[in-house]
């Protein structure tokens, strides 16, 4: 793992396609997530979790967390998971600069994608995201693939919608699972640690603020 800009003063990188998570990467969601989660495990099991108690609902699939907390009819209970974040949906905010970048990115001609862990609904009923959301060609949601990431799946869909190759192809998350999932579809991987800081997990590139995306 090396710095971006090490790559960049030697290297003319050629990607034509960049590939963003959402959560956590595009939007600023996690205030929003957890309290959702809170309320929702409050109704279904009666226990309230602390905020550090949920960090692992972060970034996975919500039908995935409702198995990992034992719920029963896990996809009926991500039903009342998506009703109450309804309520929440005033507390997600687009991080510092991404709009800016977004739009420069699409000026430039790069081809934009989303590969994320929402729903379709998810995705559609997000007021912050719709700012940008008519900046990329394609969207590959959990619904999309038979396996999630971090399975190469969605990156995989995205290949077979719009013909893009792994060597010019640049996936952009702050999750272990972004990480393995451009691992297992052999594309490059940039980590986003505007939203939780440096961590320890695998990638190309480590990118400190939105517009260090610019600098590829």
Same mark, same amino acid.
Request: charged content about 25%; hydrophobic content about 35%.
């Given at each position: 793992?090396?710095?971006?800009?090490?790559?960049?003063?030697?290297?003319?990188? =050629?990607? =034509?396609?960049?590939?963003? #998570?959402?959560?956590?990467?595009?939007? #600023?969601?996690?205030?929003?997530?957890? *309290?959702? /989660?809170? %309320?929702? !495990? %409050?109704?279904?099991?009666?226990?309230?979790?602390?905020?550090?108690?949920?960090?692992?609902?972060?970034?996975?699939?919500?039908?995935?967390?409702?198995?990992?907390?034992?719920?029963?009819?896990?996809?009926?209970?991500?039903?009342? /998971?998506?009703?109450?974040?309804?309520?929440? @949906?005033?507390? !997600?905010?687009?991080?510092?600069?991404?709009?800016?970048?977004?739009?420069?990115?699409?000026?430039?001609?790069?081809?934009?994608?989303?590969?994320?862990? @929402?729903?379709?609904?998810?995705? *559609?009923?997000?007021?912050?995201?719709? =700012?940008?959301?008519?900046?990329?060609?394609?969207?590959?949601?959990?619904?999309?693939?038979? *396996?999630?990431?971090?399975?190469? #799946?969605?990156?995989?869909?995205?290949?077979?919608?719009?013909?893009?190759?792994?060597?010019?192809?640049?996936?952009?998350?702050?999750?272990?699972?972004?990480?393995?999932?451009?691992?297992?579809?052999?594309?490059?991987?940039?980590?986003?640690? /505007?939203? *939780?800081?440096?961590?320890?997990?695998?990638?190309?590139?480590?990118?400190? =603020?939105?517009?260090?995306?610019?600098?590829?």
């Amino acid at each position: 793992q090396l710095n971006f800009l090490e790559y960049t003063k030697n290297i003319d990188m =050629k990607y =034509k396609h960049i590939l963003f #998570d959402i959560d956590g990467t595009l939007v #600023d969601n996690e205030c929003a997530v957890i *309290n959702t /989660w809170q %309320q929702t !495990i %409050q109704e279904l099991l009666d226990r309230h979790y602390e905020t550090n108690e949920l960090n692992f609902v972060l970034g996975i699939p919500g039908v995935t967390t409702m198995q990992k907390l034992g719920i029963e009819n896990p996809e009926e209970a991500f039903e009342l /998971w998506s009703k109450h974040f309804q309520e929440h @949906r005033n507390e !997600i905010t687009l991080f510092d600069g991404i709009e800016e970048v977004i739009s420069e990115l699409k000026q430039k001609h790069y081809k934009l994608g989303l590969i994320t862990s @929402r729903t379709r609904d998810e995705l *559609n009923n997000d007021d912050a995201l719709c =700012k940008i959301f008519h900046f990329f060609d394609v969207a590959i949601c959990v619904t999309d693939t038979v *396996n999630p990431k971090p399975s190469a #799946d969605p990156i995989l869909a995205y290949f077979e919608r719009t013909g893009a190759k792994p060597s010019e192809t640049l996936y952009i998350g702050d999750a272990a699972y972004d990480s393995q999932c451009a691992a297992n579809s052999h594309v490059d991987f940039a980590l986003a640690t /505007w939203s *939780n800081g440096k961590k320890k997990i695998p990638c190309k590139y480590e990118l400190e =603020k939105p517009s260090d995306i610019l600098e590829l």
